[in-house]
């Protein structure tokens, strides 16, 4: 694994960045916008996801950002819920439903891993990132 020196340096941090622009062009290009409350609820917690990310990277050790990918991994799974509720009022179709869910669930997978990592890194003894 290479240097990480920022939260933005992680690919899941880009990868919930991504989910979140999706979102928002959702609601561009449909009736979603009109939807405020299932627009509000996608957009939150597709945000949740990067946000959490990044505040548990700037905690300090392992077992805190361990703490905030659990719920950033938890949100995807509601961003993925909200989403078919999208697809079941036409907001969007089954080819994009397909994508959206497979790289959700992708993004949910590095999550995990990064997980099992920082908990080896915790019987370690050792860091995942070294402290500024």
Request: charged fraction near 30%; include cysteine.
């Amino acid at each position: 694994m290479g240097t990480i020196k920022q939260f933005e340096d992680l690919e899941i941090w880009q990868g919930a960045r991504e989910i979140c622009q999706i979102v928002y062009q959702i609601k561009e290009k449909s009736n979603l916008k009109s939807d405020f409350r299932l627009y509000d609820q996608l957009n939150g917690s597709s945000g949740s996801i990067m946000d959490n990310i990044a505040e548990g990277f700037e905690r300090n050790g392992n077992k805190e950002f361990n703490q905030f990918l659990s719920i950033a991994k938890a949100s995807c799974g509601e961003t993925r819920s909200q989403l078919y509720r999208a697809f079941d009022r036409d907001y969007i179709n089954q080819d994009e439903i397909n994508i959206y869910r497979k790289k959700i669930i992708a993004l949910s997978k590095q999550i995990s891993s990064l997980m099992n990592y920082l908990q080896k890194c915790d019987m370690k003894g050792t860091k995942f990132r070294n402290e500024p």
